[in-house]
């Protein structure tokens, strides 16, 4: 079975500070997304990466694929309260199926 | 708008009801899923429908009943409802594995 871990899973800072969330497994996945999602809300893709070592840019988010498509990490520069919520990560697996790491609730503070 | 929605956003319903959850897509989208957020957030994968036809269906009680009478509706329907069933369930919808639509989510209470 393919897992997602995902760390850390609770995050508080001041808004201003930098963070980097972590996405991690054992197994190759063949793209891996992030989402956000927002209390009452569903999850909105925020980004794909497919190939190892690929790094994209969202503003003032950075996400990164691993070398090996394992792992991926997404920073956020500068971030503001507007940036508050849950960052899950989901990795396409081998039979096709999306996989959801456990989550990463964040929480900027004015 | 061109989106997911589903309905109803709330249910709260007794043991042992039946109850459904309805989905539309108006993305043209080809494939069609519903998933499960428990109360810690988890979100797991319980079916997923390719131009109507099933080709996921997780480790999930045959309680639960995904029926898809065209590529753009998937509704879900759950016997003999249970409290370990309370989660929110969103029904989602992509095009390829690049990325996946999630509607607003049901909240399943059951008392």
Known sequence: TQLLEQSPQFLSIQEGENLTVYCNSSSVFSSLQWYRQEPGEGPVLLVTVVTGGEVKKLKRLTFQFGDARKDSSLHITAAQPGDTGLYLCAGVSNTGKLIFGQGTTLQVKP | DTAVSQTPKYLVTQMGNDK??????????????????????FLKIMFSYNNKELIINETVPNRFSPKSPDKAHLNLHINSLELGDSAVYFCASSQDVTGVNFGPGTRLTVT
């Open chain 2, 20 to 41: 459904s959850i309805k989905c539309e897509q108006n993305l043209g989208h080809d494939t069609m899923y519903w998933y499960k957020q428990d109360s810690k957030k």
